[in-house]
């Protein structure tokens, strides 16, 4: 009995010792199981956590390019490129616009001296070019009619430092006796050193636009710095105070009597000329608002008359416009800048242009 009792015990003892050790040898497997399913989570968390501060360096990346490039473009909403089309030898590349060329003196250039090349500079060239075009369309709000033609240059006129812009027009008799200056083509030339600069193309690219108008030499290069500094964030110029003018020896404002320099080099009058028709510009729209000048050429446009003048437009006729536009005369405010000017009337400007034209017919 006693034996038998002891057997019991014995057996009951490693029966409940062999419970205990298939107990834990369940719980090892199974906490076994749960560390591995653990650290798997654990790794997919890591390689989800890597993969997306992958993807929040490369949008980073791509964000901090989008900055880069909107600073040196001004905007990369480009249009589509189907309509640039190279030429076989890579000299002549059209697009919707333009029409862009590569001089004589720039096809020995190491950048230019193979077809391949031209033609891919060409066409980056234009897409570029295109998608300003639509950018300072859509400050103004009206577009030059005919294409404009780019030439690209190493040197132009024995400088770098030169661009310009010019409007060829030519004045044709018509049939009811009136002479029409009639814009032929617009064409702007380049030295690569000014090309490669977006303000400079800003600018040229304004005085294609506006320049159709026959704008005094002031105001078309004020307007131009305009938009050069204000929206291509160009740094060449700067406004200054319009009260602090400088005079001729007539005791006239020496902006009005700018005729505009071709000169690579500019003094300091031509440069404080420059900021200071810029700053008259400046100021105008910030008294009138952004539509003041889409709608200061929506008036020109409408009645043409700028069509029929017999040279340049003058400051007086300019000063009529920009008064319609503003809603309000504008003659004291030019007057106390010292411009020499004088109040028209729509009557005053037709009766100018008849006796003008009977003098051409002569």
């Not at 034996?3 to 010792?17: A, D, I, P, V």
Request: charged fraction near 25%; aromatic fraction near 12%.
């Amino acid at each position: 009995m006693h034996s038998e009792l002891l057997f019991r015990e014995n057996w009951e003892g490693k029966f409940r010792c062999g419970l205990k050790k298939n107990k834990s040898d369940r719980w090892c497997t199974q906490m076994l199981i749960f560390r591995v399913l653990i650290g798997t989570w654990l790794i997919f968390l890591m390689s989800c956590s890597s993969l997306q501060e992958l993807q929040k360096a490369n949008l980073k990346r791509q964000q901090d390019a989008h900055a880069r490039m909107k600073d040196q473009y001004v905007t990369l909403e480009k249009p589509s490129d189907t309509n640039v089309n190279v030429s076989g030898d890579g000299l002549k590349i059209d697009s919707t616009h333009y029409s862009l060329s590569f001089s004589e003196d720039l096809q020995q250039h190491t950048e230019y001296d193979t077809v391949s090349e031209r033609q891919q500079s060409g066409h980056g060239y234009l897409v570029f070019m295109e998608s300003l075009y639509q950018f300072i369309y859509q400050i103004f709000g009206f577009e030059p009619e005919h294409k404009i033609h780019v030439i690209l240059h190493e040197i132009y006129r024995g400088t770098k430092l030169m661009a310009t812009t010019t409007v060829h027009s030519q004045n044709r008799l018509q049939s009811n006796g009136e002479v029409l200056k009639i814009i032929r083509g617009i064409e702007m030339n380049f030295p690569m050193n000014m090309f490669a600069q977006l303000p400079v193309r800003a600018h040229e690219l304004t005085h294609a636009f506006t320049q159709i108008y026959l704008l005094p030499a002031w105001f078309a290069e004020g307007i131009a710095v305009w938009v050069e500094v204000e929206y291509a964030k160009g740094r060449d110029h700067r406004k200054v105070e319009i009260n602090k003018m400088k005079l001729t020896l007539d005791g006239l404002n020496a902006a009005q009597e700018w005729g505009g320099d071709l000169d690579a080099g500019a003094d300091a009058l031509t440069e404080w000329r420059y900021n200071y028709c810029y700053a008259i510009v400046a100021e105008l729209k910030e008294r009138f608002g952004e539509d003041f000048y889409p709608k200061f050429f929506s008036l020109m446009e409408a009645d043409k008359l700028y069509q029929r003048l017999p040279g340049q437009m003058t400051t007086s006729f300019l000063v009529y416009y920009l008064s319609q536009a503003a809603g309000e005369d504008l003659v004291p405010y030019f007057e106390s800048l010292k411009f020499k000017i004088k109040r028209l009337s729509k009557d005053e400007i037709l009766d100018a242009i008849k006796s003008a034209n009977k003098t051409l017919r002569r």
